[in-house]
Nanobody, 123 residues
Framework: QVELVESGGGAVEPGGSLKLTCSLSGPTVRDHYYIAWFRQTPGHGREGVALIHSTGGGAHAVTGRFVITRNYNKNLVYLTMNNLKVEDRGLYYC??????????????????WGQGIQVAVIS
């Protein structure tokens, strides 16, 4: 069983930055996993914002304002969000799965999810 816990959310002004952390634990956490960040924003469905493989490969984000990185030894995955906009506000989740084929950003292939953390962008 893989467990994920998000931290680092909060409120910032437009243009500000936040760094979210996803802490992974479980008996096979050092196995090869895909880890992604998703968000649920007002008026929109769930959408993927960044993806990385546990080896560090394949890292990409849907916007150049976001960067996904990982600390393999500490089993942490980070989402650094820069130049935040009001429309970035919402509930952010990290998710993990061993095998992802094709489209990842809908989240349907991910079996392990954190509880989510709130991000507010307030002018």
């Amino acid at each position: 069983q893989v467990e994920l816990v998000e931290s680092g959310g909060g409120a910032v002004e437009p243009g500000g930055s936040l760094k979210l952390t996803c802490s992974l634990s479980g008996p096979t956490v050092r196995d090869h996993y895909y880890i992604a960040w998703f968000r649920q924003t007002p008026g929109h469905g769930r959408e993927g914002v960044a993806l990385i493989h546990s080896t560090g490969g394949g890292a990409h984000a849907v916007t150049g304002r976001f960067v996904i990185t990982r600390n393999y030894n500490k089993n942490l995955v980070y989402l650094t969000m820069n130049n935040l906009k009001v429309e970035d506000r919402g509930l952010y989740y990290c998710a993990a799965e061993q095998k992802i084929v094709g489209v990842w950003f809908l989240g349907t292939q991910f079996g392990y999810w954190g509880q989510g953390i709130q991000v507010a962008v307030i002018s």
